[in-house]
């Protein structure tokens, strides 16, 4: 069940909009604090902010689109 509201004294509720892209990335409107599992914090200020997913990046936690030189190759 989602949450609708954290909460219930304040008017309203801002969302957060993640995008998970197929083989790539997630989305996220920023601006963003990432925090690492070793403890790391990323603070970016971009519009959308590419989340990498694939833990290839040479930038992680943020995309450089190395999963697109990484495909998996498809049996058949």
Not at 12 to 23: A, C, F, G, N, P
Not at 38 to 67: E, M, N
Request: proline letters at 7%; hydrophobic letters at 25%; charged letters at 35%.
């Amino acid at each position: 069940m989602p949450i609708e509201n954290d909460d219930p004294t304040s008017g309203s509720v801002r969302r957060t909009r993640v995008t998970l892209t197929k083989d790539g990335p997630a989305l996220v409107e920023g601006p963003v604090e990432l925090v690492t599992d070793d403890g790391r914090v990323v603070r970016c200020d971009r519009f959308v902010v590419a989340v990498c997913t694939c833990r290839r990046s040479g930038i992680y936690p943020l995309c450089d689109t190395t999963h697109r030189r990484h495909r998996r190759k498809r049996s058949g």
